[in-house]
């Protein structure tokens, strides 16, 4: 088992800034690729961007590309996100998710076998 704790969210105005973090504990963190996800109200759960276990491989999704960072430190088994240009379309609850399976291209739900409880960002125009 793996147990993720999401946090730093919050909110901003269009152009700034946030980091997000989660925090893992349970089995070997530094096994699992990462990633993170949003959900708008109203609308379905979309990948934002991952990273595999040992951080070499990142990945994004276009609309957030050039903007946000993914980054991990096994060591102290976190993975964060650093989201600069926040603009208002941004706004969701962000999720990070756990997998065994080592890719930064896990951009489905499914592939994703442990959930964090979400962490809300809202950007205001």
């Known amino acids: 088992q793996v147990q993720l704790v999401e946090s730093g969210g919050g909110l901003v105005q269009a152009g700034g800034s946030l980091k997000l973090s989660c925090q893992a504990s349970?089995?070997?963190?530094?096994?699992?690729?990462v990633g993170w996800f949003r959900q708008a109200p109203g609308m379905e759960r979309v990948f934002v961007s991952a990273i595999t276990w040992s951080g070499l491989s990142t990945y994004y999704a276009e609309p957030v590309k050039g903007r946000f960072a993914i980054s991990r430190d096994n060591a102290k088994n976190t993975v964060t996100l650093q989201m600069n240009s926040l603009k208002p379309e941004d706004t969701a609850v962000y999720y990070c998710a756990a997998t065994t399976y080592d890719s930064s291209r896990n951009v489905q739900t499914d592939r994703y076998n442990y959930w964090g409880q979400g962490t809300r960002v809202t950007v205001s125009s």
């Open positions: 349970g089995r070997t963190f530094s096994r699992y690729a």
